[in-house]
């Protein structure tokens, strides 16, 4: 089992920008990719960036050049560092985690920090 715990959410403006953290506690070494998700009202929950464990990330053409994620080992978080932020950014941001033990595969999720970029 994994929990994931976010913090970094708030309000911003326009250009502005934050960092958001993902802290995981569990089985930790089971932790393959990382990812951030979002979901704005109305709309489906999307990928915004990803990260393996070897490093490789992956990110949405719309944050692509803006958004960089990252993840420190030895503290065992995962960051998401937001710059140039826009409204269209607003939503809620999800740490997500995908596990594997022997054969079997499992999905984590946080609880969700809220991101409001004003215009």
């Known amino acids: 089992q994994v929990h994931l715990v976010e913090s970094g959410g708030g309000l911003v403006q326009a250009g502005g920008s934050l960092r958001l953290s993902c802290l995981p506690s569990g089985v930790v070494f089971s932790i393959t990719e990382m990812a951030w998700y979002r979901e704005a009202p109305g709309k489906q929950r999307e990928l915004v960036a990803s990260?393996?464990?070897?490093?490789?990330?992956g990110y949405v053409d719309s944050v692509r050049g803006r958004f960089t994620i990252s993840r420190e080992y030895r503290e065992d978080t995962m960051s998401l560092q937001m710059n140039s932020l826009r409204p269209e950014d607003t939503a809620v941001y999800y740490c997500y985690a995908k596990t594997i033990m022997v054969s079997r595969v499992d999905d984590y999720w946080g609880q969700g920090t809220q991101v409001t970029v004003s215009s």
């Open positions: 990260i393996t464990s070897d490093g490789t990330a």
